[in-house]
């Protein structure tokens, strides 16, 4: 993985946005990696896109009852650029280990490309689905993905595999 080709590719505002949302999280002690267009270019199909999505451990949240709010300091804006907090809860415990110990490139904290490719499986949007072509017509490797999506939402099996199998054709 390496995230100084996104970085280099991605607009000065959205670099700029990441790295401070990312110092800053820090500085708050909430556990958090890079999701989302960003990742995706870290894990190797560079492409480009306009906002940061970090996902972030339950605490940047607070829970009174069945209200959930942000924590004082958190949601972080940084100019323009719209930063999206996704929370393990709405993917499901699976992805908590990953927040636990992410990828560094760059100085950044990256999802797996497992937790990446389940997110993007589970929002079942067309520009996923492409990220997960392009990331298999890059060359990563579908083994381990299937594997986790086995152990962790067989019913997300047979959309991966149709994603594989156009990748494949596609490569040609």
């Given at each position: 993985?390496?995230?100084?080709?996104?970085?280099?590719?991605?607009?000065?505002?959205?670099?700029?946005?990441a790295?401070?949302?990312?110092?800053?999280?820090?500085?708050?002690?909430?556990?958090?990696?890079?999701?989302?267009?960003?990742?995706?270019?870290?894990?190797?199909?560079?492409?480009?896109?306009?906002?940061?999505?970090?996902?972030?451990?339950?605490?940047?949240?607070?829970?009174?009852?069945t209200?959930?709010?942000?924590?004082?300091?958190?949601?972080?804006?940084?100019g323009?650029?719209?930063?999206?907090?996704?929370?393990?809860?709405?993917?499901?415990?699976?992805?908590?280990?990953?927040?636990?110990?992410?990828?560094?490139?760059e100085?950044?904290?990256?999802?797996?490309i497992?937790?990446l490719?389940?997110?993007?499986?589970?929002?079942?949007?067309?520009?996923?689905?492409?990220?997960?072509?392009?990331?298999?017509?890059?060359?990563?490797?579908?083994?381990?993905?299937?594997?986790?999506?086995?152990?962790h939402?067989?019913?997300?099996l047979?959309?991966?595999?149709?994603?594989?199998?156009?990748?494949?054709?596609?490569?040609?």
């Open positions: 993985m390496d995230m100084k080709e996104i970085l280099d590719f991605i607009a000065p505002t959205v670099r700029t946005a790295l401070e949302a990312h110092r800053r999280l820090s500085d708050l002690g909430i556990r958090h990696a890079v999701i989302g267009g960003i990742a995706v270019g870290a894990h190797g199909h560079v492409r480009e896109t306009t906002d940061v999505d970090f996902l972030v451990g339950d605490e940047a949240f607070e829970h009174h009852g209200l959930v709010m942000f924590r004082p300091g958190v949601p972080i804006q940084v323009t650029v719209r930063i999206d907090y996704l929370s393990p809860a709405k993917l499901g415990t699976a992805v908590e280990p990953c927040l636990d110990a992410p990828i560094a490139s100085g950044l904290p990256v999802v797996s497992e937790v490719v389940y997110s993007k499986l589970v929002a079942r949007r067309m520009q996923d689905q492409a990220d997960i072509v392009g990331l298999i017509k890059k060359g990563v490797d579908p083994t381990p993905i299937r594997k986790w999506i086995e152990d939402a067989a019913d997300l047979p959309l991966f595999a149709r994603l594989c199998e156009q990748a494949e054709s596609e490569r040609g």
